[in-house]
C-alpha cells in the first residue's frame, strides 16, 4: 500500500467539529482511500472510505482534494466517545493486491469537554 | 449489530508453550484476518485466509504461527512454542466475500497474550 502521512496528534473540543488531515501524494489510480480508527482498549474500528468523491455516512464525512493527494476526515460534532487513534489507510483494488490493511502510526485526537 | 467476538480475553502462558486464540468471524464473511499490536506499536498484518486456505501472510507469520477454521463458525490462531517478544494484542477480522480492497474488515476486541 501507498505511503500516508498524518499528524501524530490533534485536540478538539467537545460539540465542535475535527478536520483530521491525510496526505498521500503518491496514490495510485486503483488507491482507494479508508479511514479506520481504534478507540482505547479495542480494535480497530472502519470509519470510511473513498475513491474521488466526497462520501458521508453516518459516523463522519470523508473529502478527497481534486487531485487525491490529501484528504481529511470530518467529525462534525466531537464527542468525548470520538478519542482514539484515526488511521488513513489507502487500498489497492489491482487484481492479487491483497487484502491486508497497512497500519501507520495515525493521528491521535483527544477531546476536551 | 454482527460483531466478530474473540476468546479469551487475555491469555497468559509460559514460554515455550503452545497457545490457541480463538475468533467467531461475522456469520456471512469469507474473508479472515489475524492482525497483532505490540503495546505502544502499530497495527501489523499476520495472515489472511478465504476458501480454507491462507492467502497472504507477512513476515512475522512464520512456521511457528498456523490458523485453521475447525468447524465452519470458528477461526483460530495457534503458536506452537511462543516466545517472550509473542507477548502482544492479537486481533482477528473479517471481510465479506469478493475480497476486494473495498470491503471494510471489521475487528474484534483482542486477545492480549502476556508470554512469561
Known amino acids: 500500500d501507498a505511503k500516508t502521512t498524518q499528524p501524530n496528534s490533534m485536540e478538539s473540543n467537545e460539540e465542535e467539529p475535527v478536520h483530521l488531515p491525510c496526505n498521500h501524494s503518491?496514490?495510485?489510480?486503483?488507491?482507494?482511500i479508508h479511514w479506520y480508527r481504534q478507540l482505547p482498549s479495542q480494535g480497530p474500528e472502519y470509519v470510511i472510505h473513498?475513491?474521488?468523491s466526497n462520501v458521508n455516512n453516518r459516523m463522519a464525512s470523508l473529502a478527497i482534494a481534486e487531485d487525491r493527494k490529501s484528504s481529511t476526515l470530518i467529525l462534525h460534532r466531537a464527542t468525548l466517545r470520538d478519542a482514539a487513534v484515526y488511521y488513513c489507510?489507502?487500498?489497492?483494488?489491482?487484481?492479487?493486491?491483497?487484502?491486508?490493511?497497512?497500519f501507520g502510526g495515525g493521528t491521535r485526537l483527544m477531546v476536551k469537554p | 449489530e454482527p460483531e466478530v467476538t474473540q476468546t479469551p480475553s487475555h491469555q497468559v502462558t509460559q514460554m515455550g508453550q503452545e497457545v490457541i486464540l480463538r475468533c467467531v468471524p461475522i456469520?456471512?464473511?469469507?474473508?479472515f484476518y489475524w492482525y497483532r499490536q505490540i503495546l505502544g506499536q502499530k497495527v501489523e498484518f499476520l495472515v489472511s485466509?478465504?476458501?480454507?486456505?491462507?492467502?497472504?501472510k507477512s513476515e512475522i507469520f512464520d512456521d511457528q504461527f498456523s490458523v485453521e477454521r475447525p468447524d465452519g463458525s470458528n477461526f483460530t490462531l495457534k503458536i506452537r512454542s511462543t516466545k517472550l517478544e509473542d507477548s502482544a494484542m492479537y486481533f482477528c477480522?473479517?471481510?465479506?466475500?469478493?475480497?476486494?480492497?473495498?470491503?471494510?474488515?471489521?475487528f474484534g476486541d483482542g486477545t492480549r497474550l502476556s508470554i512469561l
Open positions: 477480522a473479517s471481510s465479506e466475500a469478493a475480497g476486494t480492497g473495498n470491503q471494510p474488515q471489521h
Open positions: 503518491t496514490i495510485s489510480g486503483t488507491d482507494y
Open positions: 456469520s456471512n464473511h469469507l474473508y
Open positions: 485466509f478465504y476458501n480454507n486456505e491462507i492467502s497472504e
Open positions: 473513498g475513491l474521488t
Open positions: 489507510i489507502l487500498r489497492d483494488l489491482s487484481l492479487g493486491a491483497g487484502n491486508m490493511l497497512t
